[in-house]
């Protein structure tokens, strides 16, 4: 009898179906996303990025990270992570963005969990936020938790503009360990994510039938007290002193475009 050839026996093995995917969007995440891609190297077997028409080197970037690399044009942020979410084959995933890294903890954690044939369907994470180079523990930062990790089987995401999140059905745990997350090296950068995301905010709003109110100037100094006083947000110093100025400035500036959206010459 001869025997068959290796590669008749690799064609009729079926792949190995990958245990977890993690999956992020992104839009020009050139010098962020590296770190973010190096930090799943350990505990992901599937990445999937899907890139909005990139015009640096964010593609390049995460296709030599052995990432599956789609293209999509952009919408809104619910629909766009669900479209991610569908490009997945994991039975797990880690829902992931380009400015968040996986501590080592959480790696070792997340390995538990997907082994686990009793673990629940989704897990929560807390991040750690660092805001201008400086750890941020107050002004509510602390306390900071977001459901990322699910049975694919079970997961799906809330279909809205922005402040989009992921839904799980059935049991949720939190795990213990949690991931940084590097948000905004410069003022200039966050105040272009403020623009872009109050734009879209506001746009949801007129659509709805919204309307600028006198009170919502009071959104500043309430902002303020809470982030600030309520939520010792001053004991962060400099860096979250400005995270809250720039956190009361986002809060007022989606109902003054839904002002200026309104108006005939807005």
């Not at 799943?40 to 080197?57: P, Y």
Request: charged share 25%.
């Amino acid at each position: 009898m001869h025997a068959r050839p290796a590669a008749e026996y690799a064609l009729r093995t079926p792949p190995l179906r990958p245990t977890l995917s993690a999956f992020l969007i992104v839009h020009n995440e050139a010098r962020r996303l590296p770190a973010c891609l190096a930090s799943l190297g350990g505990v992901a077997d599937e990445i999937v990025v899907l890139d909005d028409g990139s015009t640096d080197d964010t593609v390049a970037i995460a296709r030599a990270a052995g990432a599956t690399v789609a293209t999509r044009p952009f919408d809104d942020f619910g629909h766009q992570k669900q479209a991610a979410l569908e490009l997945t084959s994991g039975a797990w995933v880690l829902s992931i963005d380009a400015d968040e890294v996986l501590t080592p903890a959480l790696v070792e954690e997340i390995r538990r969990v997907v082994m686990d044939a009793g673990a629940s369907n989704g897990y929560w994470i807390r991040r750690e936020l660092t805001y201008l180079g400086a750890p941020l523990r107050f002004g509510g930062t602390g306390r900071d938790w977001v459901l990322r990790l699910a049975r694919r089987s079970a997961a799906r995401f809330a279909l809205r503009p922005v402040h989009e999140h992921l839904v799980v059905d059935g049991a949720t745990t939190r795990l213990r360990s949690p991931m940084r997350h590097v948000k905004y090296a410069t003022l200039s950068e966050h105040v272009a994510v403020i623009d872009r995301y109050t734009t879209i905010i506001a746009a949801g709003k007129a659509a709805r039938g919204g309307r600028f109110r006198a009170w919502h100037i009071l959104r500043i100094p309430y902002e303020l007290l809470v982030r600030l006083v309520v939520r010792a947000g001053i004991l962060d110093g400099r860096a979250g002193i400005i995270y809250g100025g720039m956190a009361a400035f986002y809060a007022f500036l989606k109902y003054a475009k839904l002002y200026t959206a309104r108006r005939p010459d807005g």
